[in-house]
């Protein structure tokens, strides 16, 4: 009986010791540095928490979307662009993650009117899609 306990205590604590050299390891690849420092895993946990939040709100803003454009065939622009800063925010965070950074509220000034051209960019691509749409459901 002794035996037996001694084999499964020594199997967990194996166990638990791959564990712990597994998740060092994967958080050192994850985060670029050897050793890595454990004081960002609280931000980085943060900020997984706010993408997980700001893709399941993605996730629910493209449903309402998809409805809107088959009722009514088209999608009003203050939807697209609350949708875009969405993906924006969770690339940002995603950034962050990557870098080890906790993500600030604010960007600059350049990163700002990027951002608004790029905006224009996907509401024209979008726009481009729609039409393609139509015009493919005109054809048939």
């Known amino acids: 009986m002794r035996e037996a306990l001694g084999k499964i205590a020594g199997s967990i604590l194996r166990s638990l010791f791959i564990s712990i ?7 050192s690849v994850i985060t670029g540095e050897f050793p890595p ?8 946990y943060h900020n997984l928490q706010q993408m ?29 662009e609350a949708l875009q800063e969405m993906n924006l925010r969770r690339a940002e965070i995603g950034a962050g993650i990557l870098q080890g950074n906790a993500v600030a509220g604010g960007a600059s000034e350049e990163n ?18 729609q039409r393609v749409s139509e015009l493919e459901s005109e054809r048939k």
């Open 112 to 129: 700002k009117e990027l951002q608004e051209r790029l905006q224009q960019l996907e509401k024209q691509v979008y726009r481009l899609q």
């Open 52 to 80: 997980a939040q700001l893709s399941r709100q993605i996730h629910e803003q493209q449903k309402v979307l998809k409805k809107q454009y088959a009722q009514d065939g088209l999608v009003e622009d203050a939807d697209l």
């Open 21 to 27: 050299v597994m998740f060092v390891v994967v958080f």
């Open 37 to 44: 420092r454990f004081s960002r895993l609280k931000n980085t």
